[in-house]
Nanobody, 117 residues
Framework: VQLVESGGGLVQAGGSLRLSCAIS????????MNWYRQAPGKQREWVAH???????ILYANSVQGRFFIFGDDANTFSLEMSLLQPEDTAVYYC????????????WGQGTQVTVSS
């Protein structure tokens, strides 16, 4: 299984961006689709997840109310980001974790999001 992110770029503070993650093949079983991010000099942090059934959606406190995660179809999920701030600048990674795993099983290569003040 391969994951490929798209949609990163440069945006001004207060602006919006949508990131998408394409999954190379259909995944059997129950799994969670996640977004993580890593800012320069900081550890990677979890941002949000949506379950394969769509019934479980969670956000980190830092993005709650500004970011929206959703599954477009069986092989794509997205992160709609609004009211972006300079502190949201990071490399964003999509990842898939099977329900029986304690950490993601598959990772994308990352896409840069830069928010200018």
């Amino acid at each position: 299984v391969q994951l490929v992110e798209s949609g990163g770029g440069l945006v001004q503070a207060g602006g919006s961006l949508r990131l998408s993650c394409a999954i190379s093949e259909r995944i059997s079983g129950v799994y969670y689709m996640n977004w993580y991010r890593q800012a320069p000099g900081k550890q990677r942090e979890w941002v949000a997840h949506v379950s394969s059934s769509g019934t479980s959606i969670l956000y980190a406190n830092s993005v709650q109310g500004r970011f929206f995660i959703f599954g477009d179809d069986a092989n794509t999920f997205s992160l709609e980001m609004s009211l972006l701030q300079p502190e949201d600048t990071a490399v964003y990674y999509c990842a898939v974790r099977m329900v029986q795993s304690t950490s993601p099983d598959y990772w994308g290569q990352g896409t840069q999001v830069t928010v200018s003040s």
